[in-house]
């Protein structure tokens, strides 16, 4: 039977906790992987959280799969991963994506202006009139 996006939002949100700004920066300060899956122009309009890793929502089982030629070594499937997306709801989809393929310890924050809200640290976009 098909899944709409209602369910699979709904079992992505079973599999992956949610967490908050300062349990997050915990486990950054123990080093987890922040990552940001926007894509490129949200993260020149917007900013993005310091020290996140970017890696767009398109390419992160590319990324993720150290037997892909893409791979990137900053996932390793004993290192936890905590995600951010715009509003949540990728960063949630891409948590149940990465404990499907392996990845224990992964968390979600849910959206940028939770990571801003929360009081993280954040880069500044681009002024494009620069």
């Known amino acids: 039977m098909p899944q709409s996006l209602k369910d699979m939002l709904a079992a992505a949100n079973k599999a992956v906790e949610k967490i908050d700004v300062a349990a997050a920066q915990a486990l950054i300060d123990d080093g ?5 899956i926007r894509d490129a122009p949200e993260l020149e309009r917007v900013g993005r959280a310091d020290g996140s890793h970017h890696v767009p929502r ?11 030629p893409f791979h990137d070594p900053e996932f390793r499937r004993d290192r936890p991963v905590v995600l951010y997306c715009a509003s949540g709801g990728r960063a949630a989809l891409a948590g149940k994506l990465l404990k ?22 954040v880069d500044e976009g681009v002024d494009p009139g620069m």
């Open 100 to 121: 499907d393929m392996g990845f224990g310890a992964v968390y979600n924050i849910g959206g940028f202006k939770d990571w801003q809200s929360g009081g993280g640290a």
């Open 58 to 68: 398109g390419m992160l089982e590319f990324r993720a799969d150290p037997d892909s």
């Open 32 to 36: 987890a992987l922040l990552l940001d």
